[in-house]
């Protein structure tokens, strides 16, 4: 049974940096594309960054595109989100999910497996 975990999340000033991890275990981590979403109280879970199964192709969100860089290390089953410039509309809930098609899509619905996310708070 595949495992997702997030972890790396905490409270940061508006400005600062923060590093989530994904760590994954019990599949073939190599085998699925990776992608973060975030969902803040009230609002529907959004897109912020996808990686493909190689990690040659990526995709960002506007809202974060230049602040946050998404990275995987097939060798440790892991992926990463590098997130600074943090701002406080970036607080939310972060999630990782795991898809076995290859088209970086932006759509949470069809991502198949995902952990219980990070809480991520950046104070103004």
């Known amino acids: 049974q595949v495992q997702v975990v997030e972890s790396g999340g905490g409270l940061v000033q508006a400005g600062g940096s923060l590093r989530l991890s994904c760590a994954v275990s019990g599949g073939t981590f190599s085998g699925y594309t990776m992608g973060w979403f975030r969902q803040a109280p009230g609002k529907e879970r959004e897109f912020v960054a996808a990686i493909s199964r190689s990690g040659d192709s990526t995709k960002y969100a506007d809202s974060v595109k230049g602040r946050f860089t998404i990275s995987r290390d097939n060798g440790k089953n892991a992926a990463y989100l590098q997130m600074n410039s943090l701002k406080p509309e970036d607080t939310a809930i972060y999630y990782c999910?795991?898809?076995?098609?290859?088209?970086?899509?932006?759509?949470?619905?069809?991502?198949?497996?995902w952990g219980q996310g990070t809480q991520v708070t950046v104070s103004s």
């Open positions: 999910g795991l898809e076995l098609g290859t088209v970086l899509r932006i759509d949470w619905s069809v991502y198949d497996l």
